[in-house]
């Protein structure tokens, strides 16, 4: 090889690894958001891919706060509430203001009122009325499962008090 043809030679296998590299990271960058569920601008904008949510149950009211990701759309939000593994006979569909087997309307998000929008560090809650079945009660297990559209993104479980 002659002298001249070596730096030609190592500037194309330099510019080819950086952009082997290039490719690496931008498919990294894409998974890791992906991951914590962050809008990549995809086809379905909506769906979220996962977020944190926490659950407090006192008496018939079951509040779940919105802990950390993206805002999600309540028009696409579903909830499937359980107590003790059995779904209710009656689910929330939010966004609501009364609904059969639930007492009076819902708090935040899940109020038909409200911006239509759920955020990080807001709180939704819904009171399980008596004509609903399984009720919450002392020492009970509670789970509510967060779809947006079909895609789950979320599942909480807690105790009643």
């Known amino acids: 090889m002659a002298r001249g043809t070596a730096p030609v030679v190592g500037v194309v296998v ?5 952009l082997a590299l290039g490719g690496v990271v931008a498919a ?5 958001a992906t991951a914590t569920g962050q809008d990549l601008g995809g086809d379905d904008p909506g769906a979220p891919g996962s977020i944190a949510v926490s659950l407090t149950v006192e008496g018939d009211a079951i509040a779940v706060t919105h802990e950390a990701g993206p805002d999600l759309r309540t028009e696409r939000v579903r909830l499937v509430v359980a107590i003790d593994g059995t779904p209710l006979a009656h689910q929330p569909p939010v966004p609501f203001f009364a609904a059969t087997g639930f007492r009076g309307g819902p708090t935040g998000p899940f109020n038909v009122a409200s911006d ?4 990080p560090k807001e709180t939704g809650s819904v009171r399980v009325a008596g ?3 399984p009720e919450p009660a002392p020492g009970r297990t509670v789970s509510v499962r ?3 559209g079909d ?6 479980r807690g105790t009643a008090d």
């Open 131 to 133: 004509t609903n079945d």
């Open 28 to 32: 990294g960058a894409e998974a890791v």
């Open 151 to 156: 895609e789950r993104v979320a599942t909480v």
């Open 116 to 119: 239509g929008t759920w955020s």
């Open 146 to 148: 967060i779809y947006v």
């Open 14 to 18: 330099l510019l080819a690894v950086g």
